[in-house]
């Protein structure tokens, strides 16, 4: 038994095959952009490892640097004297007072700058104007 579809149903089964395929390519665009989005998720996350690793090497090798670039105390004194900076050396002891709270900060970051190798460190505090730092030196 041979039935024939009539023009209507034809054409309904075109405009069916045709929201089908349309259907179809719209959930399949979708699969591919969500897949191309966590792709690209996933690259940005591997790419913010490395740079976070590679700042790290940075770190280290800027550290290494400095590490071999130790300044003697003799020039770091050198360096006081020529900012004007008094200091009393008792011994193997070297005072510094009558420091405000940015001069003492300034030292102590220009000691840790220079990598000078430190034995002992005494930071008192009279007031906030008046602070004395005492300082003795490995070697």
Same mark, same amino acid.
Request: hydrophobic content about 45%.
């Given at each position: 038994?041979?039935?024939?579809? +009539?023009?209507?149903?034809?054409?309904?089964?075109?405009?069916? @095959?045709?929201?089908?395929?349309?259907?179809?390519?719209?959930?399949?665009?979708?699969?591919?952009? +969500?897949?191309?989005?966590?792709?690209?998720?996933?690259?940005?996350?591997?790419?913010?490892?490395?740079?976070?690793?590679?700042?790290?090497?940075?770190?280290?090798?800027?550290?290494?640097?400095?590490?071999?670039?130790?300044?003697?105390?003799?020039?770091?004194?050198?360096?006081?004297?020529?900012?004007?900076?008094?200091? #009393?050396?008792? @011994?193997? #002891?070297?005072?510094?007072?009558?420091? +405000?709270?940015?001069?003492?900060?300034?030292?102590?970051?220009?000691?840790?700058?220079?990598?000078? %190798?430190?034995? +002992?460190?005494?930071?008192?505090?009279?007031? %906030?104007?008046?602070?004395?730092?005492?300082?003795?030196?490995?070697?």
């Amino acid at each position: 038994m041979n039935y024939k579809f +009539s023009k209507r149903e034809l054409l309904l089964f075109k405009i069916l @095959g045709a929201a089908i395929v349309m259907i179809g390519l719209f959930y399949g665009t979708s699969y591919v952009a +969500s897949e191309i989005t966590k792709s690209k998720n996933l690259i940005f996350l591997e790419v913010n490892k490395f740079n976070n690793k590679k700042q790290l090497l940075a770190q280290i090798k800027a550290l290494e640097t400095n590490k071999t670039l130790e300044t003697s105390p003799d020039d770091f004194l050198a360096d006081l004297a020529k900012n004007n900076i008094l200091f #009393e050396q008792k @011994g193997d #002891e070297i005072f510094i007072s009558g420091l +405000s709270n940015l001069a003492a900060l300034e030292i102590m970051t220009n000691i840790e700058d220079s990598n000078i %190798s430190v034995e +002992s460190f005494k930071f008192i505090v009279d007031d %906030s104007t008046n602070i004395t730092l005492s300082f003795k030196f490995n070697g």
